[in-house]
């Protein structure tokens, strides 16, 4: 066909194959602008977004501005927060000058501040900058769900979490006990500590199958560091747990390695009643403080067994799909039950109907060791993915992670107060957080031997209890090392 063509035809071709090329190009370069113009608009739209929000944020910042400057005037200038929360574990007595306490952030002055001020201020200061990311998050989070209802609403809600965020700076010794009978006996781990109803004893148990039963007060007053037990339970097996009655005074339950479920009266060093029904090893036991006669009781065997005082033997059996790590009643309803499980989920149940949970909270990778209470509505849980996490019994979704510390093969520990959570690591530190933030608000260190790095310990803080009421926190480590701890 070529043969055939003339220099007319060649041109005509060459015309046809520019015109096409032009087109071509013309096509591209529409589609290079079609996508160039798409992709400035979607900029300009994400930083009018940005610019709104900053505006937005801008605006009641300057607002909550004004409003704490208009305060600094008042009289009353903590209308905030309880003057008294002002103080970090300080003399109330104080709070005659508490006036002082909120002059302006970065030194304007209303008058001569004393001098525990400045230092309490001072000290306050380094904590916010250490935490100010974390902080400017839960500022702007409580400022942005309020503005729907009264502007003054996140301030307040912030204020408290900054005022206890910032309240305590260390974590004094009060005391050392040792839960060893044989200090060269390296197998003394304390699983279980908790203070009775009134808060006056404590009871301590671990590997070394006893029970010791302490009484606070003379604990913090003795001038050595050798402590007796009032009172002490020798046990058939390992024990993973105690829990005390809130109701009979001497009243205590414990569960063990053997899966028995033992009700001793603290005070005589009696066995009350035995259950065991449990055919693997029980990790968990709790009683009830609504109905004070139910306990509940999780095991390896992936049951939770519910045991009536005035029965002897279980009165319900929950099957759960998994070992179950720890059960935990709501502090303030004899029907609902939360248990952790080795399926890595927090499971929420109504025992008059256990057929399917009320919620599954799910968001660990690990195994579920701990669930507590940190009121009727929310509660924590801890796992060996190293993290803690806060939920809403009416929310499927993880409020907040705390994570710091280091857990990821050992029982722990963990406890609340319902404001701050304490938990044990695998560095051979207790950690205490603050429930509106992420990040550990203090650290205490149990002493490691000098020849030690800490990296190569394989000690472990394995157990702690909050005195109810106090700033005051019991931590006991692998060695049986018991601190008691004050929040200052």
């Known amino acids: 066909e070529s043969d055939s063509m003339n220099l007319n035809d060649v041109y005509n071709m060459l015309d046809v194959l520019s015109q096409k090329k032009q087109q071509l190009e013309a096509d591209c370069k529409a589609a290079q602008a079609q996508l160039l113009r798409e992709f400035l608009q979607q900029v300009r739209k994400h930083k009018q977004e940005q610019m709104h929000q900053l505006t937005t944020e801008l605006s009641f910042i300057d607002q909550d501005l004004k409003r704490v400057e208009e305060s600094s005037k008042s009289p009353d200038n903590c209308w905030l927060v309880d003057p008294a929360s002002c103080l970090a574990g300080g003399d109330t007595a104080s709070s005659a000058n508490a006036s002082t306490m909120q002059d302006g952030f970065n030194g304007s002055k209303h008058g001569s501040k004393p001098q525990w001020v400045q230092t309490t201020l001072a000290s306050r200061r380094k904590r916010v900058h250490l935490h100010f990311d974390d902080l400017e998050d839960c500022y702007l989070t409580a400022r942005t769900k309020s503005l729907n209802s009264t502007s003054a609403d996140g301030l307040k809600e912030f204020t408290e979490n900054l005022s206890k965020f910032t309240r305590y700076s260390s974590m004094r010794p009060l005391a050392t006990l040792n839960y060893a009978t044989d200090l060269l006996n390296g197998t003394s781990i304390v699983s279980s500590i908790e203070f009775d109803k009134d808060n006056e004893f404590f009871a301590i148990a671990g590997v070394t199958k006893k029970i010791k039963v302490f009484e606070y007060g003379t604990v913090i007053q003795d001038i050595v560091d050798i402590h007796y037990p009032v009172n002490e339970m020798m046990c058939n097996s390992k024990i993973s747990c105690i829990s005390w009655s809130s109701y009979h005074k001497g009243m205590l339950a414990s569960s063990d390695y053997e899966g028995t479920v033992t009700i001793w009266d603290a005070f005589t060093g009696q066995k009350v009643k035995m259950y065991q029904e449990h055919e693997k090893r029980c990790w968990s036991v709790d009683f009830n403080k609504v109905d004070t006669k139910i306990i509940a009781s999780g095991s390896d065997d992936a049951k939770v067994k519910l045991w009536s005082l005035s029965c002897d033997h279980s009165v319900t059996s929950l099957e759960a799909k998994a070992n179950v790590c720890c059960v935990k009643f709501n502090p303030e309803s004899r029907y609902h039950l939360a248990l952790g499980s080795a399926d890595h989920c927090v499971h929420y149940y109504d025992l008059r109907s256990v057929k399917q949970p009320l919620g599954v909270f799910k968001g660990h990778k690990k195994a579920v060791s701990y669930v507590k209470f940190l009121n009727t509505t929310e509660l924590v849980s801890a796992s060996t993915d190293s993290q803690l996490k806060l939920w809403n019994i009416s ?52 002493d490691v031997e000098k020849d030690k790095k800490e990296e190569d310990s394989n000690e472990f803080v394995s157990a702690v209890c909050w005195r109810m009421g106090s700033s005051v926190v019991v931590a006991a480590n692998s060695q049986g090392t018991i601190k008691v701890l004050e929040l200052v």
């Open 395 to 446: 929310n499927p979704h993880c409020l907040r992670s705390f994570k710091g510390h280091l857990n990821e093969k050992n029982f722990v520990g963990l406890a609340t107060d319902g404001d701050y959570v304490a938990c044990g690591s695998e560095n051979n530190a207790l950690y205490i957080y603050y429930k509106g933030l992420s990040k550990q608000v203090l650290t205490f260190r149990f």
